[in-house]
């Protein structure tokens, strides 16, 4: 991954946009109210707006059509992290790309990225392809560079989901959709096909070019993808006028928002290796060395209970917190009763909204995820573990480097395994990487999605930024010279990642109603 850092003197960058921010959630604060949104478009009779109510209104038509190519997409278990499960990821790329053969797409190519680089896969495993298309070619439009991903992250009913969660279920009452991948990343996906149908279904012309790039490894990391987009920024994505992305959320559950910018993701594991097979712990149990107590003990000095990181170095990388940046937090709407509901709990670490998004959006945070080889599961199995690897990330922020975050990282691991003094064999490493972004939100594509999210919404959006992390963002942003803009579907407490992940309808028909509108302010726009 390319390094972010803001360099020595961009303070003063960094102060300017967080005003603007500010005064942006200032001006945009307005509640959202339940007006009928298309009678209000048919009486402002702006020449942009002229097909919004007749685009609205398809897109509401053709929501049965809608919601089964979701469901076909759920169906088919893509999770880029299990190894077993690689043929279904190539299965799905191929099953969109013939989606987006019968939707008129055109120049559709299967990018193959080689084989998947160790320490996960097995040598030789093929990384998912990547799917570049395009929907037009007038060199008098502009051009839109839609980026979404076609990978899930694992899924099992027995990890608590209520339904299958590879089946997409519709609550007909509540009117909400359950599946792996729903809101992250096959709802908006699905979203810009279904806008493209919704343009060829009333004869409307889309108003931009479309240059489709899905990938199938972003929850793993998005292997293999920096070079692709290197490789064809003069190529494939030499037309690119700004590019958007719709692999996020809001930020609670009523109101809308832009996001302009995204923490990194260093993922790491330690492995510990001792006995040559596993054991009996009433035979062998205190006169061996166990990798698991080993490894608890060195997992166990990363991070403290209060969420602190506990690596020397980290602290000292992250940029400065500014006076002016209290306001921004004051300003967005959100609670700590929101983030209870999407938590499911009352275990925040912190009771104050403000403290709650610091810690999600500024300041780094790391996650301890698993244990591979250890017993898991429900019973009392007396086995000592041979081999263990345990899994945690660390979320980044300005301006932590991702390549001295390894070496501290790397290095405070082998002084604790050292400090135990076993035997056993032990190895600490860094899985993949992606860095932080952070941009500003003023420009003709962030207008353009404001606008429509108040078209569509009727409320102006909060200007966010998100705790997780969409590795290529800075990589499209600095390789195609661009603008990038984050523009989520779903909801705050959707569930991405965890049981039960929900889209809203209303949020499946307003997303994609609003990714329309965009199109349509972005290309009626005077600059790019
Ligand atoms: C925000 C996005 N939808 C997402 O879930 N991204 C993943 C990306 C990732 C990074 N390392 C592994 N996966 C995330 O934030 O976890
Ligand atoms: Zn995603
Ligand atoms: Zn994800």
Redesign the pocket.
């Known amino acids: 991954m390319l390094a972010r850092v803001i360099a020595k003197g961009s303070k003063f960058a960094t102060l300017h946009t967080s005003s603007r921010i500010i005064a942006a959630n200032i001006r945009l604060s307005t509640r959202f109210n339940s007006t009928n949104r298309i009678d209000k478009l048919r009486m402002s009779g702006s020449a942009v707006e002229k097909d919004f109510q007749s685009l609205f209104e398809k897109i509401e038509e053709l929501k049965p059509k809608f919601i089964d190519r979701l469901a076909k997409s759920i169906e088919i278990p893509a999770v880029s992290g299990d190894e077993t499960l690689r043929p279904q990821v190539v299965k799905k790329a191929h099953y969109i790309a013939g989606e987006l053969e019968s939707l008129g797409f055109s120049d559709i190519q299967m990018k193959e990225l080689g084989s998947q680089p160790p320490p996960v896969a097995d040598s030789g495993l093929q990384l998912p392809p990547v799917i570049l298309a395009r929907y037009g070619t007038d060199p008098a439009k502009k051009t839109v560079l839609l980026y979404g991903h076609y990978d899930v992250q694992p899924a099992s009913i027995e990890d608590g989901w209520n339904t299958d969660p590879f089946k997409l279920v519709l609550d007909e009452e509540k009117q909400i959709m359950y599946g792996r991948g729903v809101t ?2 096959s709802g908006p996906v699905k979203g810009w096909l279904n806008v493209v149908e919704a343009h060829r279904e009333l004869g409307l012309d889309v108003p931009v070019n479309l240059i489709i790039c899905f990938e199938g490894m ?4 998005s292997i293999g993808l920096d070079k692709l987009i290197a490789d064809e920024a003069d190529k494939y994505f030499k037309t690119v006028d700004t590019v958007c992305i719709s ?2 959320y809001w930020l609670g559950t009523k109101k809308p928002v832009l996001t302009y910018g995204l923490r990194g ?1 260093n ?1 790491y594991q330690v492995t510990i290796e001792g006995p040559g097979a596993d054991l009996h712990s009433g035979i062998f149990g205190g006169s061996i060395s166990e990798p698991m107590i080993d490894l608890v003990k060195v997992l166990g000095t990363l991070v403290d209970t209060k969420g602190n990181i506990l690596i020397d170095g980290i602290k000292e990388m992250i940029a400065p917190v500014l006076e002016t940046e209290a306001a921004l937090y004051d300003k967005i709407d959100y609670s700590v009763d929101e983030f209870n509901a999407a938590s499911g709990s009352k275990t925040s670490l912190y009771d104050n909204k403000k403290d709650i998004l610091m810690h999600r959006w500024r300041y780094p945070s790391l996650s301890i995820h698993g244990v591979e080889g250890a017993f898991h599961g429900a019973g009392a199995k007396t086995v000592i573990p041979s081999k263990v690897i345990g899994k945690f ?1 660390i979320r980044t922020v300005p301006n932590i480097e991702s390549a001295k975050l390894d070496e501290y990282v790397i290095d405070h691991c082998n002084k604790e395994f050292a400090k135990l003094q076993s035997p056993n064999k032990f190895k600490a490493e860094l899985i ?1 990487d ?1 860095d932080y972004w952070v941009s500003d939100p003023f420009n003709a594509s962030f207008s353009a999605a404001s606008k429509a999210t108040k078209a569509v919404w009727g409320v102006e959006p909060d200007l966010t930024r ?1 705790g ?4 290529i963002t800075l990589t499209f942003e600095q390789e195609l010279k661009s603008n990038v803009l984050l523009l989520p579907m779903g909801r705050g407490d959707d569930g ?2 965890s049981i039960n992940e929900k889209l809203d309808m209303s949020n499946y028909l307003g997303g994609m109603k609003t990714m329309a509108a965009y199109l349509h302010y972005y290309a009626a726009s005077d600059e790019k």
Do not use: K, L, T
């Open positions: 992250d990343d972003e929850e793993s990391g692999d996020n993701c993922y990330s993949h992606g998100e997780g992390s969409i590795p991405a990642h």
